[in-house]
Structures are given as C-alpha cells and as structure tokens.
C-alpha cells in the first residue's frame, strides 16, 4: 500500500529564513509520481510540483526547491528566503503510473512571521 | 476564467438530513474526485470518476453519494448515514490522460472547497 508521511505538523520561522518541509514516501511500485500542493487559508488547494520515479533531478522554481532521493524515499521541499505569504499547510501526495488517485500526506503547516 | 467552482462556501445542516454539495468544472476534464479533510488528516478520497454516468468509490465512502449524468458536474450527496459529515470537502478534477510530457500522471485541479457542518 502507497503511504506518504509528512512527520513535521507545524514549523514557525521568522521572514527571510529558509525553511525545509518533509516528504517521505512507501510505495511498492517501480513507477510513481509525487506531488506538492499548498493550501492556502482560502482553503484551494494549489497545485506546485509533480516529479515521476525517473527523474531524480533536483528542480528549482523561484525561491522553491525540491530535492528527490529514491535512496531515502524522500521528496523534501525548501523555501529560501520565507515571506508571509508562504503561510500556509503544504501537502505531499503520491500516485501510482497510471492510476488517478492521489495518497496524501497530513500536511504540514507553515507560519512564517514578519 | 476555467475552473471549479463548489458552491455553497459553508453549509450547515441539522443531523439526519440529507445534503447535496455542488461541483462544477469547465476545463473540459474527464475525471472528477471529491475528498474529504479533517484536521491534522490530510485528504482522503471519498468517490472519483472517469467518465459520464461511471464512478468508483474511494477509501471512504460509506454514508456518501454521487451521480456523474454530465462531464462538468460531479454533485456529492452527504447522507444520514455518514457519522462524522462535519468536514471540509474538496472536489477535483484532472485530464484523463496527461497534459505534458512523456509522464503518466494526473494532475488535479482543485476548487476552493465546502465547509459543512452538522449539528
């Protein structure tokens, strides 16, 4: 069965910090997508990243970073340099090749103070 | 604008009641799923389907309901038989195959959600 752990629920920084969300993974296949989503207090959830088992090549996108490592079943996102609007609970989420079914983490909720 | 769109915001229904939460979308998606969220829980996957008048349950989906009679529209049915119905409910909705890429995953686009409460 296809599980996704985010062990950190809540982490609290002051603005311009970085800051690391955790992401591990179980997943039998040899193929599998992962998936970030932020969640605003609206409630939307937004999505930010999706990674397939094959491309082990970390990516950056502004201030947002992944890194993947099979070897640890791992998919941790980091914020350089936080901002107040990065508030919000981030969540992780794993699918299988071909299915349509995401498994998701328990989220993990930021607070980035001013 | 595309999207999707729940409606109402906040929903508040009296205990052994019936209630229908409303999902639409105009992306032009095959598939749509509704999710539940509960604190500290994540998202869990309630009904999902692929296709008009199709669907499948998801993990948990006693005491739930839904209907798929046109691509756009996926309302979900909260019964009296769901014990716990107070929650946020998500619905979204993803291609049936792949945007981009040589990928073979699906992702989904989310509205900005329910929040019913039963008293």
């Known amino acids: 069965a296809q599980k996704v752990t985010q062990a950190q629920t809540e982490i609290s920084v002051v603005e311009k910090e970085d800051v690391t969300l955790d992401c591990v993974y179980e997943?039998?296949?040899?193929?599998?997508?992962l998936f970030w989503y932020k969640q605003p207090p609206s409630g939307e959830l937004v999505f930010l990243i999706r990674r397939n088992s094959f491309d082990e090549q970390n990516e950056i996108s502004g201030r947002y970073s992944w890194n993947f490592q099979k070897s640890t079943s791992s998919f941790n996102f980091t914020i350089t340099a936080s901002q107040v609007v990065d508030s919000a609970v981030y969540f992780c989420?794993?699918?299988?090749?071909?299915?349509?079914?995401?498994?998701f983490g328990a989220g993990t909720i930021l607070r980035v103070k001013s | 604008d595309g999207g999707i769109t729940q409606s109402p915001k906040y929903l508040f229904r009296k205990e052994g009641q019936n209630v229908t939460l409303s999902c639409e979308q105009n992306l032009n998606h095959d598939a749509m799923y509704w999710y539940r969220q509960d604190p500290g829980q994540g998202l869990r996957l309630i009904y999902y389907?692929?296709?008009?008048?199709?669907?499948q349950k998801g993990d948990i989906a006693e005491g739930y309901s839904v209907s798929r009679e046109k691509k756009e529209s996926f309302p979900l049915t909260v019964t009296s038989a769901q014990k716990n119905p107070t929650a946020f409910y998500l619905c979204a909705s993803s291609p049936l195959r792949p945007t981009s890429g040589r990928t073979n995953a699906y992702e989904q686009y989310f509205g900005p959600g329910t929040r019913l409460t039963v008293t």
């Open positions: 997943t039998r296949d040899t193929t599998y997508y």
């Open positions: 989420a794993l699918s299988e090749e071909y299915g349509n079914k995401l498994v």
């Open positions: 389907s692929q296709i008009v008048n199709d669907f």
